[in-house]
């Protein structure tokens, strides 16, 4: 039993940091160097358009009552909703995701779509 708790180690520790110490003194590679790389990094404009592009207005659902009933595109039959729930705007093609083809104000609520008064809908900041 107390063979089986014990460490066992094999190699040698020196000849590691030998082999450590080699591979720093081959590497010529100064800290001014990694410093001017990474300002450059922080520098360049490699991310500026994506994280443009991600800031968007948060909407919120705003009813008279805690839960109503709400008729849910996605599954056609009324389906209860918290008040005060995330809503996404949603843009996209109506033809393609069944929807009738009358004009609306469709948001996604979880993982399906409502046509909702834009009246019980409220903007509550950008991300």
């Known amino acids: 039993m107390n063979d089986k708790n014990k460490l066992?180690?094999?190699g040698s520790l020196e000849e590691s940091s030998n082999e450590n110490k080699e591979v720093l003194e081959e590497s010529?590679?100064?800290p001014?160097?990694?410093g001017d790389a990474l300002q450059k990094l922080l520098e360049s404009?490699?991310?500026?358009e994506i994280f443009g592009d991600a800031c968007a207005p948060t909407y919120i659902l705003?009813?008279?009552k805690d839960v109503d009933f709400l008729y849910s595109l996605t599954r056609r039959n009324?389906?209860?909703v918290r008040n005060r729930t995330e809503v996404f705007l949603f843009n996209d093609d109506p033809l393609i995701y069944n929807i009738p083809k009358r004009s609306g104000n469709y948001y996604l609520i979880n993982n399906e779509i409502f046509d909702i008064d834009p009246k019980n809908i409220i903007c509550i900041g950008w991300n």
Request: glycine letters at 6%.
């Open 8 to 10: 066992h180690f094999s």
């Open 78 to 80: 009324f389906v209860p």
């Open 28 to 30: 010529s590679i100064s």
């Open 45 to 48: 404009e490699w991310g500026e």
């Open 32 to 34: 001014k160097e990694i």
């Open 62 to 64: 705003d009813l008279d």
